[in-house]
T-cell receptor, first 110, second 114 residues
Framework: RKEVEQDPGPFNVPEGATVAFNCTYS??????FFWYRQDCRKEPKLLMS???SGNEDGRFTAQLNRASQYISLLIRDSKLSDSATYLC???????????FGKGTMLLVSP | DVKVTQSSRYLVKRTGEKVFLECVQD?????MFWYRQDPGLGLRLIYF???????EKGDIPEGYSVSREKKERFSLILESASTNQTSMYLC?????????????FGEGSRLTVL
């Protein structure tokens, strides 16, 4: 079983749509959770951390369900510039090694 | 601005050649990492380092070695390149201490082994 699993997509949505990405992780000892964004032919960059209580950053909302070992990212009012691959990332300990999912591609069209 | 610089964006090497991929960060970070990224496989950790002269194996260290003689520099070495090492290699760094989850990546080095 893969450590971090994501639907690879692509998700094709029109501008203004709301889109949700899901991610599951297999290691119940995982402690920290993140979403990264990777633009085409660019390096990954941290989008946001994911907290147990859920957290929001503008149009982006992240949620964590530890019991189900499930993480989600919701993007409201999609923009063309949101087109990218979204990587679900978990950390198993206080150290800095991160395990990346394979990513979900989002394509936002006019 | 935070900066991780990888010495070569594109390299083409022949099977059996020794390959050096260099990475330098200017943020005084303790932690440095080498990942490879392949279509359908995502990012996979090769090696990482928490301090100068210290290294730890990641998930796929076979066929690779690393060197960290100075805090700012982390080198990935392919002793004898093989075609299955054709990939995008990404270096990253992060500060020591509490895990904030933020890795700062370089732009990547695309290696082709013929």
């Amino acid at each position: 079983r893969k450590e971090v699993e994501q639907d690879p997509g692509p998700f094709n949505v029109p501008e203004g749509a709301t889109v949700a990405f899901n991610c599951t992780y297999s290691n119940s000892a995982s402690q920290s959770f993140f979403w990264y964004r990777q633009d085409c032919r660019k390096e990954p960059k941290l989008l946001m951390s994911v907290y147990s209580s859920g957290n929001e950053d503008g149009r982006f909302t992240a949620q964590l369900n530890r019991a189900s070992q499930y993480i989600s990212l919701l993007i409201r009012d999609s923009k063309l510039s949101d087109s990218a691959t979204y990587l679900c990332v978990v950390s198993h300990s206080g150290y800095s090694t991160l395990t990346f999912g394979k990513g979900t591609m989002l394509l936002v069209s006019p | 601005d935070v900066k991780v610089t990888q010495s070569s964006r594109y390299l083409v090497k022949r099977t059996g050649e020794k390959v050096f991929l260099e990475c330098v960060q200017d943020m005084d970070h303790e932690n440095m990492f080498w990942y490879r990224q392949d279509p359908g496989l995502g990012l996979r950790l090769i090696y990482f380092s928490y301090d100068v002269k210290m290294k730890e194996k990641g998930d796929i260290p076979e066929g690779y070695s690393v060197s960290r003689e100075k805090k700012e520099r982390f080198s990935l070495i392919l002793e004898s390149a093989s075609t299955n090492q054709t990939s995008m290699y990404l270096c990253a760094s992060s500060p020591g201490g509490q895990n904030t989850g933020e890795l700062f990546f370089g732009e990547g080095s695309r290696l082709t082994v013929l």
